[in-house]
């Protein structure tokens, strides 16, 4: 007899049921918990602040960026109206409305300004700078993309904390060399998740089984490609999500591509193989086109929020490559018509959510593979932003560049390793949508959608 799967939502609830415990019971000075794309990390902080919170437990919030503080502060507010929350942030600061619209938010540069609240949230730069303070909890969000020495640095201003983040997603990354504290257990280069479980690896570690972002059709081919080892779910089914366009299109390349990526959830506009500068403006167009194709058609996404349909505005389209430039071009090419369309890096992207994106592979038009365009990071965080639609822009012969370049990585002494590294990510990532797109193109051959 076929066993019956539990049902997302119940599966879900039993994980953030089981981190909950952990918390209350006080037994463990930290609880670990491992998050893939869209699987409620924001959800569950917020939760968590919640339960302490109205328990009586002062604590604070560590987020890594000013736009995560903000919506955390947005959420928390809106979930829990009679706590009062602290903003703690630079002297310069302007809160945005989300954050102002709630009378029970206070401002201030300092702790001392914030007048006692319940909850103070901050970002882990300006935590670092706080010397006087003691709180029985914190939180920290995203914690994967939170340095181990940034940690070290605010660890003694809580007795006990939950670490919520994502494995999969990019590294802690600097901008000065860091080989000498490469093999060190306490790599200031790790995440702060690495360095805690290394120095504590009795710490209960959890996992939320389910992406409330990822659909049917994607969940599967990232969960297989970043999360070999402890995989996860869509939290909706293949008819719960679909997308459809209003206006017809010329019928080109780019009506096949974008049609394609509305009935599959993925598409690849594969351009001729040539080896390009980083700026490649054929790949630029490319990608604006598309974009500036799904507002013109009329896009409509139907989903569990919107079953009757709603309009893929521009603001809900994204458009990600890997470098700057490139970004600087694809907004050049999109103009005034794609006004709204967010066009942004890998590093930036990250905890964003859209229901079209287009991807510029980090890989294409290139001669090598070096290190930052093989990072299993960067192609995680640009396949995993969309709710409905991803299409991939990239030039041909991805896969023999794959197969050409293999690893010349040194091999360093008491590093761990991270699974899967990137020629794996690629390569898996590169059958699986050929998989599931049923086209050849993927890795190397003659696409039909160019």
Not at 128 to 146: H, K, N, S
Not at 289 to 306: D, I, K, N, Y
Request: include cysteine; aromatic fraction near 6%.
């Amino acid at each position: 007899m076929r066993e019956l799967q539990v049902p997302p939502s119940v599966e879900a609830e039993q994980v953030v049921t089981a981190v909950l415990a952990d918390l209350r019971s006080g037994d463990h000075r930290g609880v670990v918990v491992d998050s893939p794309p869209g699987a409620g990390k924001s959800t569950l902080v917020v939760r968590a602040a919640v339960v302490l919170a109205t328990a009586g437990e002062p604590l604070i919030i560590v987020a890594q960026t000013n736009e995560q503080v903000d919506d955390l502060i947005d959420r928390l507010a809106r979930k829990a109206p009679e706590l009062r929350i602290g903003r703690l942030s630079a002297a310069d600061y302007r809160a945005p409305e989300r954050v102002t619209a709630h009378e029970q938010v206070r401002v201030g540069a300092k702790v001392a300004d914030l007048d006692n609240p319940a909850v103070i949230i901050g970002t882990a730069a300006k935590w670092a700078l706080v010397t006087e303070g003691r709180w029985p909890w914190a939180i920290v969000d995203e914690a994967y993309q939170m340095r181990s020495d940034a940690l070290l640095r605010v660890a003694g201003r809580f007795e006990r904390a939950l670490f919520v983040g994502d494995p999969g997603q990019l590294d802690p990354f600097s901008t000065v060399e860091t080989a000498r504290w490469t093999g060190l257990t306490w790599d200031p280069m790790q995440s702060a998740v690495a360095v805690l479980l290394r120095h504590n690896p009795e710490l209960p570690l959890h996992r939320l089984p389910v992406s409330w972002r990822l659909p049917a059709s994607a969940a599967p081919v990232v969960a297989a490609a970043f999360y070999p080892f402890t995989g996860f779910r869509a939290g909706t089914g293949p008819v719960d999500r679909t997308l459809a366009f209003t206006a017809a299109g010329p019928g080109d390349a780019v009506d096949a591509a974008v049609e394609v990526a509305a009935a599959s959830g993925w598409a690849l506009y594969e351009l001729p193989a040539r080896h390009t500068l980083r700026t490649d403006a054929e790949a630029a167009s490319a990608c604006a086109e598309l974009a500036l194709r799904v507002l013109r058609r009329g896009a409509v996404a139907v989903s569990e929020h919107a079953p009757a349909g709603a309009p893929v505005s521009a603001d809900r389209i994204a458009v990600g490559a890997a470098h700057r430039d490139q970004v600087a071009a694809i907004r050049a090419h999109l103009g005034p018509a794609g006004a709204g369309v967010t066009v942004d890096t890998a590093n930036r992207l990250q905890g964003r959510e859209y229901d079209v994106t287009i991807v510029l592979h980090p890989l294409s038009g290139r001669r090598d593979a070096t290190a930052f365009h093989l990072e299993s990071g960067r192609l995680c965080v640009l396949a995993s932003r969309h709710r409905h639609a991803c299409v991939v822009v990239a030039r041909a012969g991805i896969g023999e560049l794959l197969d050409a370049h293999p690893s010349t990585e040194p091999v360093h002494l008491d590093v761990p390793v991270k699974f899967p590294d990137g020629w794996e990510a690629h390569q898996t990532m590169l059958h699986l949508l050929s998989t599931s797109t049923g086209n050849p193109a993927f890795g190397g051959g003659n696409s039909t959608v160019q």
